[in-house]
């Protein structure tokens, strides 16, 4: 089992920048893919960034890129989500997640564990 804890989520103007964070716990942390999803009120859930296990391979939602960064610290058991030039339409619920197959996942099912969430919110 691995317990996945996301912090770092608030209130922010257009245009400003937030770092989520989301702490593992339970298992090796360096086995897993880690992804940031997003759900929106009303919306399904998305894929907003993955990083490999190695943290060699990246993958972005197109509407982040340039904006959003995903890295990963495998010493401190934490992957992290770098948000810059916010948007109100970024406004989510935004869940930390963990995969444990053998190709980095894009899709939502393909991940095994997955954080409580964290609001964001920004302003126009």
């Known amino acids: 089992q691995v317990q996945l804890v996301e912090s770092g989520g608030g209130l922010v103007q257009g245009g400003g920048s937030l770092r989520l964070s989301c702490t593992a716990s339970?298992?090796?942390?360096?086995?897993?893919?880690m992804a940031w999803f997003r759900q929106a009120p009303g919306k399904g859930r998305d894929l907003v960034a993955a990083?490999?296990?190695?943290?060699?391979?990246?993958h972005y939602k197109d509407s982040v890129k340039g904006r959003f960064t995903v890295s990963r610290d495998d010493a401190k058991n934490t992957v992290y989500l770098q948000m810059n030039s916010l948007k109100p339409e970024d406004t989510a619920i935004y869940y930390c997640?963990?995969?444990?197959?053998?190709?980095?996942?894009?899709?939502?099912?393909?991940?095994?564990?997955w954080g409580q969430g964290t609001q964001v919110t920004v302003s126009s």
């Open positions: 339970g298992h090796t942390f360096s086995l897993y893919h």
């Open positions: 990083i490999s296990r190695s943290g060699t391979v990246r």
């Open positions: 997640a963990a995969a444990g197959g053998r190709l980095m996942a894009l899709d939502g099912t393909q991940y095994d564990y």
